[in-house]
């Protein structure tokens, strides 16, 4: 067994779960001016925009092509539309799919 791996993994687990509990402990305690809770809010829009246009526009080490940025643009409008979680799932997998079978990469 490596024991300085188990080490890492165990020191990142207990940093990882100390920084989650430090949020609701610390949040009645500190107190942030509205323009910084305004900017931390629209960071976190901005952080979670750009992983999933990472995880929309690329596939293993290159370009996904075009069907799967596709779909995800197409459950995108629908969850835009505000349309329920299963048919914005379904639809992204089916136009994926169908531009697939019809030899889109």
Do not use: H
Request: aromatic fraction near 4%; charge should be positive; proline fraction near 8%.
């Amino acid at each position: 067994m490596n024991v300085p791996l188990v080490g890492s993994m165990l020191a990142l687990a207990v940093g990882t779960y100390a920084c989650r509990l430090a949020g609701p402990a610390l949040r009645s305690r500190i107190d942030f001016p509205p323009r910084v809770e305004k900017l931390l809010e629209m960071g976190a829009v901005v952080l979670l925009a750009a992983l999933a246009l990472t995880m929309a526009l690329t596939e293993e080490q290159g370009l996904a092509g075009v069907a799967w940025p596709a779909g995800v643009l197409a459950g995108g409008v629908l969850a835009w539309r505000r349309a329920p979680f299963l048919p914005v799932v379904l639809t992204a997998a089916g136009v994926t799919a169908l531009l697939r079978l019809l030899g889109v990469p």
